[in-house]
């Protein structure tokens, strides 16, 4: 196992790191560097997470010094959410730091071509230095796309780099994020167990179990292959979840839950209510079951009394909305 010196992190990361690498805490980065240096070994520098601490402390110039020298002598280093204020910053992580703390609301990160959601997370604004072989792992941006972008972001901005003289940087708070935001999580998964792997030199398989039993999958397929099963499970949940203020179907059903904070959307969408409505008519119809029949033409019903259809005969976005759907919805 690669001996890796650590200040800072939450405690879910650092049981994931002693699962495959044999780590050293320190309190501070003054104390690490009063610990004999061993060349080729990792350095980890985070802010301290499970304090509340949201990027971690600057050093002072004569810390620096000693990180320079640690440096030249064959020490590697991984920050994260790290203050590179200055010029000998810049030398040893080949970043300034340019702002304060931003959020990605509904930026993504795009790493090796695919889109990660990164909700609940948060980043620096940051400028790569130095005219040496640097390489952009990752970076966030206003991407447009599913899986992967389908067009140029409008803006984009570094957040992994490797600047090639061995030190990796994530000006973000990469390793914070929690499993129910890590979606798609297999790329989740991949991102991180990559990284680790790459930076311990354990194998990829040791740190891909260290990541299972850290960071579980939250949502995952059933694979169950029962369409009556699928069918009496959607019925359920849509009744259960809380979007349905009637479970009559009376008074419709709201849009949906925000992937950022599960908070409900309190919109009434044509598409929402109708595909709904769909859902439990059909059923109804299938199982002969007047009661979830009934539910269905309620919805609809619900939404045709809120002025939906526009005088083409064509259906708004939403309730009162001046906007006309221009795809299948519409009709």
């Known amino acids: 196992m690669l001996h890796v010196r650590l200040v800072g992190g939450g405690a879910k990361f650092r049981s994931f790191l002693a699962k495959f690498a044999e780590v050293e805490v320190f309190a501070s980065l003054e104390a690490l560097l009063d610990a004999e240096m061993t060349p080729g070994m990792l350095c980890v520098l985070m802010p301290r997470y499970d304090e509340g601490q949201r990027i971690a402390d600057e050093p002072g110039i004569d810390v620096l010094y000693r990180l320079f020298e640690w440096k030249r002598r064959g020490v590697r280093f991984y920050v994260e959410a790290f203050p590179a204020k200055n010029y000998l910053s810049r030398e040893i992580f080949s970043f300034f730091t340019l702002g304060q703390e931003c959020h990605f609301n509904h930026d993504c990160i795009l790493w090796e071509g695919k889109l990660l959601q990164a909700n609940s997370l948060y980043y620096f604004p940051t400028a790569v230095h130095g005219n040496k072989v640097r390489t952009l792992l990752a970076e966030g941006g206003d991407f447009l796309g599913v899986n992967s972008p389908v067009r140029d972001p409008s803006r984009h901005y570094p957040v992994l780099l490797d600047n090639g003289e061995g030190c990796i940087s994530a ?8 499993e129910v935001f890590m979606r798609p999580y297999g790329l989740w998964r991949s991102l991180l167990t990559t990284l680790w792997s790459k930076l311990t030199e354990a194998p990829l398989e040791a740190v891909e179990r260290a990541f299972d039993s850290t960071w579980p999958q939250v ?12 069918l009496a499970a959607a019925v359920a949940w849509h009744r259960r979840c809380g979007l349905m203020p009637s479970e009559d ?58 002025h939906i259809q526009h005088e083409s005969g064509f259906l708004r976005w939403y309730d009162h909305s001046s906007v006309v759907y221009a795809n299948d919805s519409a009709r």
Do not use: P
């Open 249 to 306: 179907g009376s008074k419709g059903i709201l849009e949906m839950f925000m992937s950022a904070d599960f908070s409900r959307r309190q919109n009434y969408r044509t598409d929402s209510v109708l595909m709904t409505a769909a859902l439990f008519a059909g059923v109804g119809v299938y199982w002969h079951d007047n009661n979830l029949l009934n539910t269905g033409k309620a919805l609809a019903d619900f939404l045709l009394a809120r």
């Open 171 to 178: 000006f973000m708070n990469l390793s914070a994020c929690d």
């Open 219 to 230: 949502i995952s397929l059933s694979g169950g292959r029962d369409a009556e099963e699928a």
